[in-house]
C-alpha cells in the first residue's frame, strides 16, 4: 500500500484558506495526484488543507473523508525562550531543544515538563490511535513497531494535511521521535511524502519512506517551492523570517 502525505499549499494563515500563490501550487498538484489511481483520499479539518484538496478532488470527480485528527498539530507550549506566549509544540529554538536528550528518544521524547504540562502526548496518542484505526481498515494491524499485512493491497491512499501532523504520522510508522522531525526536516507546501509498504515475509510489513517533502510538480511548471517552510538561511537574508 502506497501512503500520500501531502502539505497544503501556500497558507492564508489568517483566512485559513490559501494564497494567489498557494492556489497555483494547488492547481499543479492536483494535474499530478490525477494522474494515479487513488483508492481513498483524507483530509484535515482546516480550511487551508481542504481547499487544497479541492482541486484534486473537482479534476477527479471525488471526495475525501474529512479527519478531525488531521488537522495541524498544534498544542500550545511555554517555549523557554519565550515566557510570556505560548507557541507550538514543534517549533523550538536549536540551542534550546538539542540540550535535552530525551527529545531523541522514542520512549522519552514526551517526558520533559515542558510537553507534559501541555499534555503532547495525550495529543500525539489521539492522532496515531486514529491513523492506525485507518491502516487497520485498510488491511494493515499495527503489531508493536511493525504491521501485519492481514489483507496486503496495492492501494494508493492520500492524505491532504500539515507539517507538524505530518512529522507525527511519520515519526509513528518509523519508531523515531516526532521532535527530531519537526525540527529536521522541512516539508513546503503542496509537497508529496510517499511511503510504501514492504512485506518482505508473508503478513509482516513495514513502511518505508521513498520520497520526502517532493515537490516536482512544482518544478516542472518552473514554480519556486513557497518560503512558508522555512527559516532563514543566513541571518539577516532579506524577506526570510527568523522565527
Same mark, same amino acid.
Given at each position: 500500500?502506497?501512503?500520500?502525505?501531502?502539505?497544503?499549499?501556500?497558507?492564508d494563515?489568517?483566512?485559513?484558506?490559501?494564497?494567489?500563490?498557494?492556489?497555483?501550487?494547488?492547481r499543479?498538484?492536483?494535474e499530478?495526484i490525477?494522474?494515479?489511481?487513488?483508492?481513498? =483520499?483524507?483530509?484535515s !479539518? $482546516?480550511? /487551508?488543507?481542504?481547499?487544497?484538496?479541492?482541486?484534486?478532488?473537482?479534476?477527479?470527480?471525488?471526495?475525501?473523508?474529512?479527519? !478531525?485528527?488531521? /488537522?495541524?498539530?498544534?498544542?500550545p507550549?511555554?517555549?523557554?525562550d519565550?515566557?510570556?506566549?505560548?507557541?507550538i509544540?514543534?517549533?523550538?529554538?536549536?540551542?534550546?531543544?538539542?540540550?535535552?536528550?530525551?527529545?531523541?528518544? !522514542? &520512549?522519552?521524547?514526551?517526558?520533559?515538563?515542558?510537553?507534559?504540562?501541555?499534555?503532547?502526548?495525550?495529543?500525539? &496518542?489521539?492522532?496515531?490511535?486514529?491513523?492506525?484505526?485507518?491502516?487497520?481498515?485498510?488491511?494493515?494491524? /499495527?503489531?508493536?513497531a511493525?504491521?501485519?499485512?492481514?489483507? !496486503? %493491497?496495492?492501494?494508493?491512499?492520500?492524505?491532504?494535511?500539515?507539517?507538524?501532523?505530518?512529522?507525527? $504520522?511519520?515519526?509513528?510508522?518509523? %519508531?523515531?521521535?516526532?521532535?527530531?522531525?519537526?525540527?529536521?526536516?522541512?516539508?513546503?507546501?503542496?509537497?508529496?511524502?510517499?511511503?510504501i509498504?514492504?512485506?518482505?515475509?508473508?503478513?509482516?510489513?513495514?513502511?518505508?519512506? %521513498?520520497?520526502?517533502?517532493?515537490?516536482?510538480?512544482l518544478?516542472?511548471?518552473?514554480?519556486p517551492?513557497?518560503?512558508?517552510a522555512r =527559516?532563514?538561511?543566513?541571518?539577516? %537574508?532579506?524577506?526570510?523570517?527568523?522565527?
Amino acid at each position: 500500500m502506497k501512503l500520500l502525505i501531502i502539505r497544503h499549499g501556500d497558507p492564508d494563515y489568517e483566512h485559513d484558506s490559501l494564497t494567489e500563490k498557494g492556489w497555483k501550487e494547488a492547481r499543479y498538484l492536483s494535474e499530478r495526484i490525477a494522474a494515479l489511481d487513488v483508492s481513498n =483520499f483524507y483530509v484535515s !479539518p $482546516l480550511g /487551508r488543507a481542504k481547499d487544497t484538496a479541492s482541486c484534486t478532488l473537482e479534476k477527479m470527480g471525488r471526495t475525501a473523508e474529512e479527519c !478531525p485528527w488531521l /488537522r495541524e498539530f498544534a498544542v500550545p507550549i511555554q517555549r523557554p525562550d519565550v515566557p510570556k506566549k505560548k507557541m507550538i509544540a514543534w517549533d523550538w529554538l536549536p540551542q534550546d531543544w538539542t540540550r535535552e536528550p530525551r527529545f531523541f528518544r !522514542p &520512549d522519552a521524547w514526551h517526558q520533559s515538563e515542558v510537553l507534559q504540562e501541555a499534555h503532547v502526548k495525550e495529543e500525539y &496518542d489521539w492522532v496515531i490511535e486514529h491513523f492506525d484505526a485507518l491502516l487497520e481498515k485498510h488491511g494493515y494491524r /499495527r503489531d508493536g513497531a511493525y504491521y501485519q499485512a492481514v489483507r !496486503p %493491497n496495492n492501494d494508493t491512499i492520500v492524505f491532504f494535511c500539515h507539517f507538524g501532523v505530518e512529522c507525527v $504520522l511519520l515519526s509513528h510508522l518509523m %519508531n523515531i521521535s516526532p521532535m527530531v522531525l519537526w525540527h529536521t526536516l522541512c516539508a513546503a507546501p503542496t509537497s508529496v511524502t510517499t511511503v510504501i509498504t514492504e512485506e518482505r515475509r508473508k503478513g509482516i510489513a513495514a513502511f518505508r519512506v %521513498n520520497s520526502f517533502g517532493d515537490t516536482a510538480h512544482l518544478y516542472c511548471h518552473a514554480e519556486p517551492p513557497s518560503f512558508a517552510a522555512r =527559516f532563514c538561511e543566513c541571518y539577516g %537574508n532579506p524577506g526570510e523570517r527568523v522565527d
